[in-house]
């Protein structure tokens, strides 16, 4: 079982920055696929950033060159820095572990969400 936990939302006017934290309660081998998804009101959730593999990283359109998803493997925690942040940028932020399950089947563990709010 593992438990993720982020933290790190608030409010903010555009143009500021802010950064995310998913601790996650045990190890977490940086092979998995790992990374941050958000939700805005009306929308389906949708990838921001995330890490393939342990290796390449891939962004949305709308982030790239504004966001950096990294990692703490000593500290079992994963970042996402926000920086220039836009008003379209106001969601719930999830964390995802994708893990591999015995069946062959890949398991999703999600935390519970943070709120970032980009507004004057």
């Known amino acids: 079982q593992v438990q993720l936990v982020e933290s790190g939302g608030n409010l903010v006017q555009p143009g500021g920055s802010l950064k995310l934290s998913c601790a996650a309660s045990r190890r977490i081998y940086s092979i998995y696929d790992m990374g941050w998804y958000r939700q805005a009101p009306g929308k389906q959730r949708e990838l921001v950033a995330v890490?393939?593999?342990?290796?390449?990283?891939n962004y949305a359109d709308s982030v790239k060159g504004r966001f950096t998803i990294s990692r703490d493997n000593v500290k079992n925690t994963m970042y996402l820095q926000m920086n220039s942040l836009k008003p379209e940028d106001t969601a719930v932020y999830y964390c995802?572990?994708?893990?591999?399950?015995?069946?062959?089947?890949?398991?999703?563990?999600w935390g519970q969400g943070t709120q970032v709010t980009v507004a004057s």
């Open positions: 890490f393939i593999r342990g290796g390449s990283t």
């Open positions: 995802n572990v994708r893990v591999p399950a015995t069946d062959g089947r890949d398991f999703d563990y």
